[in-house]
């Protein structure tokens, strides 16, 4: 008899909301959202305008704290946390791409992906040195010296996706990560991301588009700042 407890998920948010006040108006952005998921999944998080994904989205990355509820990140309870414990998981936990990619212009490829290690207090030799296996993982090895201006698009957030995974991170943040390229680059973008997933990362991605949503195993829908359809596509 199988006795083995079932996996805890490495993402619970439990009832949460997120209520705003604008002048004289309340504004419940999540109205009660409860959401698992687990190790080596890749979730696509839709919803029109106004709907509460960027809200979900913001709380999911750390950045914002919910009004009331509990989001457990690897099984600790996160919103609880002081802003400095956030901080330290946000950089260590959380991988973020952005749809601007995000790059410091002044930086070459090899320092904009050792930015989360520098702020993670990474040995400068192990920084330069894990930038450039994962330079090299986004097939752009051969660009360790460019700036962000000398890389299309594409390449840069190829470069974004490296600097993502500097320090390991227990879960992949996408924000529209192919809102900025055309369908051809958004296509290589979305096989980086698949080919991660496959090898274990769980992913968790906001879009407007179907058939970037595609790509993802499951997909939530959002509407009026509630999860209005939770399907999964495949395993």
């Known amino acids: 008899m199988n006795t083995a407890a079932p996996p805890v998920p490495v993402v619970r948010i439990v009832d949460v909301t997120k209520t705003y006040t604008m002048g004289d108006e309340t504004v419940h952005a999540l109205a009660g959202v409860d959401l ?4 080596g999944d890749f979730v696509a998080i839709m919803g029109p305008s106004g709907s509460g994904k960027s809200t979900l989205l913001n709380v999911l990355g750390c950045l914002d704290r919910p009004s009331t509820g509990s989001y457990f990140l690897g099984g600790v ?9 956030i901080s330290a998981i946000r950089s260590r936990r959380i991988g973020f791409i952005f749809q601007s990619f995000n790059l410091i212009p ?3 490829v090899l320092e904009n992906i050792e930015v989360p290690m520098f702020y ?10 894990r930038a450039k296996e994962l330079a090299s993982l986004v097939q752009l090895g051969h660009r360790n010296d460019h700036r962000p201006t000398q890389l299309s698009g594409g390449q840069q ?9 500097a320090n390991d991170p227990m879960i992949l943040l996408c924000d529209e990560p192919t809102g900025n390229l055309d369908s051809a680059t958004g296509v290589e973008i979305m096989k980086f991301l698949t080919r991660l997933n496959e090898e274990g990362r769980t992913v968790i991605m906001v879009t407007h588009e179907d058939d970037i949503a595609a790509w993802a195993k499951r997909v939530v829908r959002v509407r009026d700042g509630r999860i209005s359809e939770d399907v999964r596509r495949r395993a």
């Open 36 to 39: 698992d998921i687990l190790e």
């Open 106 to 108: 002044s930086h070459t």
């Open 120 to 129: 993670a207090g990474t040995p400068p030799a192990k920084a330069r040195e």
């Open 77 to 85: 309870d996160v919103a609880k946390m002081t802003d400095d414990e």
């Open 157 to 165: 957030q190829r470069v974004a996706i490296a600097r993502a995974l």
